[in-house]
C-alpha cells in the first residue's frame, strides 16, 4: 500500500515579457503528473536536461512552488503544509544533493553538518545526538575522527556519503535523490550505488532516484518513469521498460544506451537510425500538434503509456 | 563498520580548517610591511588619542585666553595656540577621538543595517527584495550632502550622537546594495536548499549558514568604509557645517588655514592636523587595501 501519492502535479513559471512586463506564457515545467510511493522501493525518473526531473524532485519536497496538483502523505494533503519547516513530512522526506561538495556549508564541520536535522527534528541530549552522529557515520562507512573535518577535505564520494549520512539522520521515509552519482567518476559511482542500496535494505527507505543515466536506473530502481517535457511517457517497472518499451521516446531513449561491443557496431547503428527514422514517422502517434505528450493509458497492470488511441485519458 | 563508537576523537585530532577570512587576512599582513607598518602605527594612534583625551579636560581646553592669542610652539603649549589661545595639541586630540568615534559609530551602525537589509533581500527575493531595492535606489538619487547640511541646520542642538545618526541615514545603502548581491548568488547555492530540506528556519539559515560564508567581504566592506567615514566629519567641519563651535574638530583646525596671515605666519594651527588626517587617511587605507586584496585569490600577495 502506498504512503504518499502525487496527484497531478504542476508547477508552471510565468514567462514575463512586453512594455509592462505582464505575464506573456508559461513554461510548464513539469505539467500533470502522478506517481505513487511504496514502502522500500526505489522510483527512478528518467529524461533528458530540461525535461523536469529535478523540478520535480524540488516542489516534492518543498522548494519548488507547486502551481497546482496534491501531495498526499499518510492520508493527509499536504500540499501547503510542506512548506512548513518543522512539519513530520519535512522531516520524513530527504533530499540527497547532486553536486555533494556545494550542498555542504563549507564553514561548518562534519559534526555540526550532521547535527543540523537532528536539532531541528529529533529533541536529542547533547549525548543523544552525539551518539546519533557516531551512529550515522558507521552506517555510511566512516570514521568517527572524520566529525571535526571541515567538507573541503573528503574526496567526492565521501562528500557524497556525508551529504546521505545527514539526508537519512532523521529515519526518513522517503529520500529524493537528485541525480546522486552524475557527480562522481565510475569507480565511486558504483561504490555509492551499492550503498545506498544497502541502507535501504537495512533502513526500509524509499527512493525517488532521479537521473539520466539509463544504466545507473537499471540497477537501481523497482519501477521507472519516463519523463519528457514536464510529463510522463511511459511508466513500469523495470522489465517493462527494458525489455518491452512502448513509447517511441523511450525507445529512442533506449537505444542511446552506450554499448561498448565493437562486433557489433555497425547492427546497432542501424538499428538506432530505424528507431530514429521510426520516431519521425510515428510522432503524430504519441505527440499532439503542440509536441505535448498524450495522456497516459495502461497497457498492462504495472504498464503505462502515452498514446493517441484512447480518448478516455489514462490514470 | 561499527566496532567502536565509544571511542572519543574529539581531544586528538587538530582542527585543520579552510583558511578563514582571518587567517588569509594575517598571511596577507604579513606579506605586506606596509600594511602592517600601517595596522601597528593606527593602533598606537587609536590608543594614544584615547587614553590621551580621557585627560583633557574639554571647557578648560575650549576657554579663550587671550594672553595666549598665537602662541607660537613652546614649553606651556607644546604645538602652540589659535588665535582664542586654546591649546592646539589639545584640540588635535579631541578633535581625531570624535573623528574616529564617528567613524567607528557611523561604520557600525551602517554595517548592522546595511549587511542585515542586504542579507534579507538577497535571501528572500521577491517582492522584499524589489521593495527594498527602491527604497535603497531612492536613497542613492537624493542629493545627500545638501540634505545632511539642512538637517545640521535646523536640528536646533545636536551633538556626536545626532551627528552619527544623520549620517547613517544615508550610507547605508552602499553596504546593503552589495551584501545583497553576494547574498543573491550565495543563497541559490545548494548548502541553502539542503538546509531548508532539513527544517531550519529562515533567519538561522540567513545569519548562521549563509553569513560566514559571506564574512571576508563584509570584512573588506566594513574596513574600506571604516576609512571614507574617518573623513566624514572632517569635512563638514572645514566647511562650517561639522560639530558645533565648542567641539575641537581637526576640520576646524584645518579649515585655519583659510586665513592667509594663519597660513602664512602661524603654521602650527593647521599642520599637525592636516599631516595627522593625511597619516591616519593613508594608514587606514593601505589596510583596507590589504584586507581587500586577501579577500580576492587572484590579488593576494600572501
Redesign the interface.
Known amino acids: 500500500m502506498s504512503f504518499m501519492q502525487i496527484q497531478d502535479l504542476r508547477v508552471h513559471y510565468p514567462i514575463r515579457g512586453g512594455f509592462f512586463n505582464t505575464i506573456q506564457d508559461h513554461v510548464l515545467a513539469v505539467d500533470g503528473i502522478s506517481m505513487e510511493f511504496e514502502e522500500g522501493k526505489t522510483y527512478g525518473l528518467v529524461g533528458e536536461s530540461g525535461c523536469g526531473k529535478s523540478t520535480t524532485g524540488?516542489s516534492i519536497?518543498?522548494?519548488e512552488k507547486i502551481t497546482s496538483g496534491k501531495i498526499i502523505y499518510e492520508g493527509k494533503d499536504v500540499t501547503n503544509a510542506r512548506r512548513q519547516?518543522?512539519s513530520a513530512y519535512?522531516?520524513d522526506?530527504?533530499?540527497i544533493?547532486?553536486?555533494a561538495h556545494?550542498?555542504?556549508?563549507?564553514?561548518?564541520?562534519v559534526s555540526e553538518i550532521l547535527a543540523?536535522?537532528l536539532r531541528?527534528?529529533m529533541k536529542l541530549t547533547p549525548d543523544e545526538e552525539r551518539?546519533r552522529i557516531?551512529?550515522l557515520l558507521?552506517?555510511v562507512?566512516m570514521p568517527?575522527?572524520v566529525?571535526?573535518?571541515?567538507p573541503?577535505?573528503f574526496s567526492g564520494g565521501q562528500k557524497q556519503r556525508i551529504?546521505i549520512a545527514?539526508a537519512i539522520a532523521?529515519n526518513p521515509k522517503l529520500i529524493i535523490a537528485d541525480e546522486p552519482v552524475s557527480a562522481l567518476d565510475l569507480s565511486v559511482q558504483a561504490q555509492v550505488l551499492n550503498f545506498m542500496k544497502d541502507i535501504q535494505k537495512e533502513l526500509g527507505l524509499t527512493y525517488l532516484f532521479i537521473s539520466h543515466d539509463l544504466g545507473v536506473v537499471k540497477h537501481m530502481c523497482d519501477e521507472i518513469n519516463i519523463m519528457y517535457k514536464g510529463r510522463f511517457v511511459e511508466t513500469g517497472t523495470k522489465q517493462d521498460i527494458y525489455s518491452n518499451p512502448e513509447h517511441i521516446y523511450t525507445k529512442r531513449l533506449l537505444s542511446a544506451i552506450p554499448n561498448i561491443e565493437p562486433a557489433t557496431r555497425d547492427e546497432r547503428k542501424i538499428e538506432r537510425q530505424r528507431v530514429e527514422a521510426n520516431y519521425q514517422v510515428e510522432n503524430k502517434k504519441y505527440f499532439d500538434e503542440n509536441g505535448r505528450v498524450f495522456d497516459l493509458r495502461p497497457i498492462s497492470d504495472t504498464h503505462q503509456v502515452a498514446m493517441t488511441a484512447s480518448e478516455q485519458g489514462g490514470n | 563498520?561499527?566496532e567502536?563508537?565509544t571511542?572519543d576523537?574529539?581531544k586528538?585530532?587538530p582542527?585543520?580548517?579552510?583558511p578563514?577570512g582571518i587567517q588569509v587576512i594575517a598571511r596577507e599582513f604579513a606579506k605586506d610591511k606596509l600594511a602592517m607598518t600601517s595596522l601597528l602605527f593606527l593602533i598606537v594612534l587609536i590608543t594614544v588619542i584615547y587614553v590621551w583625551s580621557f585627560l583633557i579636560d574639554q571647557e578648560q581646553l575650549m576657554r579663550i585666553s587671550l594672553r595666549d592669542q598665537m602662541a607660537a610652539p613652546g614649553e606651556k603649549y607644546w604645538l602652540g595656540a589659535d588665535k582664542g589661545g586654546r591649546d592646539i595639541l589639545g584640540q588635535l586630540i579631541i578633535g581625531a577621538r570624535n573623528s574616529i568615534t564617528i567613524a567607528i559609530s557611523v561604520t557600525l551602525i551602517t554595517g548592522i543595517i546595511g549587511i542585515a537589509i542586504g542579507l534579507i533581500t538577497g535571501y528572500f527575493g521577491g517582492w522584499i527584495d524589489n521593495i527594498f531595492m527602491r527604497i535603497i535606489d531612492f536613497f542613492i538619487t537624493i542629493p545627500s550632502l545638501m540634505i545632511i547640511i539642512v538637517f545640521i541646520s535646523i536640528v536646533p542642538k545636536y551633538t556626536v550622537v545626532t551627528f552619527v545618526l544623520i549620517m547613517s541615514v544615508f550610507l547605508w545603502v552602499g553596504t546593503a546594495r552589495l551584501v545583497r548581491s553576494k547574498a543573491l548568488s550565495e543563497s541559490r547555492?545548494?548548502?541553502i536548499?539542503?538546509?531548508?530540506?532539513?527544517?531550519?528556519?529562515d533567519g538561522v539559515i540567513i545569519f548562521k549558514?549563509m553569513m560566514?560564508?559571506l564574512s571576508s567581504i563584509l570584512i573588506v566592506e566594513m574596513t574600506l568604509n571604516f576609512a571614507g567615514n574617518v573623513g566624514l566629519e572632517t569635512g563638514l567641519s572645514y566647511l562650517g557645517f561639522g560639530l558645533p563651535p565648542s567641539t575641537p574638530s581637526l576640520g576646524t583646525l584645518v579649515a585655519y588655514a583659510n586665513d592667509p596671515f594663519i597660513l602664512e605666519n602661524a603654521w602650527w594651527n593647521w599642520l599637525p592636523a592636516s599631516l595627522l588626517i593625511l597619516l591616519l587617511m593613508l594608514a587606514i587605507n593601505y589596510v583596507g587595501q590589504a584586507i581587500r586584496r586577501s579577500a580576492d585569490a587572484r590579488q593576494r600577495l600572501g
Open positions: 524540488k519536497i518543498g522548494l519547516r518543522n519535512n522531516r522526506i530527504q533530499m544533493f547532486q553536486d556545494s550542498s555542504l556549508n563549507p564553514r561548518k564541520r543540523e536535522p531541528n527534528f551518539r557516531n551512529e558507521a552506517i562507512g568517527e575522527d566529525k571535526l573535518k571541515y573541503h577535505e551529504g545527514r532523521t | 563498520m561499527a567502536k563508537q571511542v576523537v574529539e586528538k585530532t582542527a585543520a580548517s579552510p578563514t547555492r545548494d548548502y536548499n539542503a538546509s531548508k530540506t532539513m527544517g531550519t528556519s549558514e560566514p560564508n
